[in-house]
Structures are given as structure tokens and as C-alpha cells.
């Protein structure tokens, strides 16, 4: 499933001080784009669409961060959370999950091993709302957020601390707003968890652009993704490609 990706290790410390290894995939070549699994981890459906980014002419770098690689294992994945909240704390509200340094640390290795001015980045449910807190660093020129559903069981909070609100805004002030999308009848990712995002970055200017595709599903780039000319999903990936050609 993982035929023509590159494997290396990649190890940076989290807050606290504790370092952290992960296994990096990377495919392809041209601008870089960051790809962030959703919850039922690293299966053919994200590696569908990291192939259509691909032959999009990017380079893709794919961070395999949890749960077994090539199985659709969203129940396991979520008990896995429950216990182990050392990296990705679901619950947390008003701060940012430990990983994120060590994404930032991955988006600075890959903008200076590849000699690039800036790399994108696209987190997906899970990781939704990594993306709209990786826009704030040096290293990251544009950012999507895919049905950012965190944190759990709290739609009008957000999984991001005051500071990263702030040092976000600061960035998209510099370089234009960046993108989140979902589907309006999602019902992980709610209007609440919009309007939320809403209030906080864009009370002032459009700091990120919020769109509400048609339909009633969740994973809109990878298991609920339609091709076609008239599908609202295809014209999202379109959208998606254009912005980061643009930005990258």
C-alpha cells in the first residue's frame, strides 16, 4: 500500500522535555505539503489521497503518528487516546496537544532538507485543528483544516491555547488566510466547532476562510471524498491544490 514511499525516522522533543520518534513517509516531488491522519489512522483511504497530491505535483511527507499502519482501526485508536495522553490529549480544552512541537520541529526539518521557502500543511478530524496552530510557525506559508473536531465532547472550545490564538492570528495578518472546510450536516464536526474558530480569529478580517460543503458526512478528503465533475467534494481538492500552488 505504501509502494514508491520513502521511510525515515524522525525523533524532536515535546513539551516537557521528552523526546519523541516517529516513522515519516515522503513521496513525490515539487512544492512540500504535510499530511496529518485522521483517527482511524494511516489506511488506503489516506493514502488514496496523498497519491492525488502527489500526482497534483506536490511532494507529500506523511508522519505516521498512531495506531497500526494500514488498517482502519478507529475504535482501537480511540481507546489508545484514553490511555496514552502523553502526545494528543483529545479532551484538552484551550490548549494545544504535546505534538505539536514535534510537528513544528518535522515542518522545520523538511522546509530546510528539501531548500524550500515554506512547506503546506493539511490536518484532517483529528488533526484538524494541528493545522490551524502549525500556521504559526516561521516554517509553515499555508495551512488546511479538514473537520478540525478536537476537542472531544466540547464543539465551542478550541484545541489551541490563548498564545497559539494569538501567534496564529499574527502569522495569517502576514500571509492571507488560510483554509478549513466541512461538511454542514457533520456531526463531529459541528456549526458550533465553525463558529468557534469564527469568533476567535476572525472578528476583525477573514483570518480563515470557513466553508460548509454540501452533505452530511465526515472524512472529506479521504473515505467520504466523491471524483467527479459535479461532486462538492472534488471541487474542495481543486480549491485545495490551487491554494497551495499558489502559497508554495
Known amino acids: 500500500m505504501l509502494d514508491g514511499f520513502q521511510q525515515r525516522p524522525f525523533a524532536a522533543e515535546i513539551s516537557g522535555g521528552q523526546m519523541v520518534e516517529h516513522d515519516v513517509y515522503e513521496k513525490g516531488a515539487g512544492p512540500v505539503v504535510v499530511i496529518l491522519q485522521e483517527l482511524p489512522g494511516i489506511e488506503k483511504e489516506t ?86 496552530s502549525l500556521m504559526a510557525d516561521e516554517s509553515v506559508l499555508a495551512s488546511v483544516a479538514a473537520q478540525p473536531s478536537l476537542p472531544l465532547f466540547a464543539q465551542k472550545a478550541l484545541h489551541m491555547s490563548a498564545e497559539d490564538v494569538e501567534a496564529t492570528k499574527r502569522k495569517l495578518d502576514t500571509h492571507g488566510p488560510m483554509r478549513a472546510y466541512r461538511f454542514a450536516g457533520d456531526k463531529l464536526c459541528k456549526t458550533e466547532k465553525f ?54
Open 47 to 132: 493514502i488514496r489521497f496523498a497519491d492525488k497530491m502527489v500526482a497534483a505535483g506536490f511532494r507529500v511527507i506523511l508522519p505516521h503518528l498512531f495506531g497500526p499502519l494500514g488498517k482502519f482501526a478507529i475504535v482501537r485508536n480511540v481507546a489508545r487516546h484514553f490511555c496514552v495522553r502523553r502526545e494528543i490529549d483529545i479532551f484538552a480544552r484551550n490548549r494545544s496537544s504535546p505534538v505539536i512541537d514535534w510537528l513544528k520541529a518535522l515542518c522545520r526539518d523538511t522546509q530546510q532538507r528539501y531548500d524550500v521557502s515554506g512547506v503546506g500543511v493539511i490536518g484532517m478530524c483529528l488533526t484538524g485543528n494541528f493545522a490551524i
Open 195 to 248: 463558529a468557534a474558530i469564527d469568533q476567535a480569529f476572525n472578528s476583525d478580517r477573514e483570518r480563515i476562510t470557513l466553508t460548509h460543503v454540501p452533505g452530511n458526512k465526515h472524512a472529506m478528503l479521504t473515505a467520504h471524498f466523491i471524483e467527479g465533475e459535479n461532486s462538492p467534494t472534488q471541487a474542495v481538492l481543486d480549491e485545495i491544490v490551487g491554494y497551495f500552488r499558489e502559497k508554495l
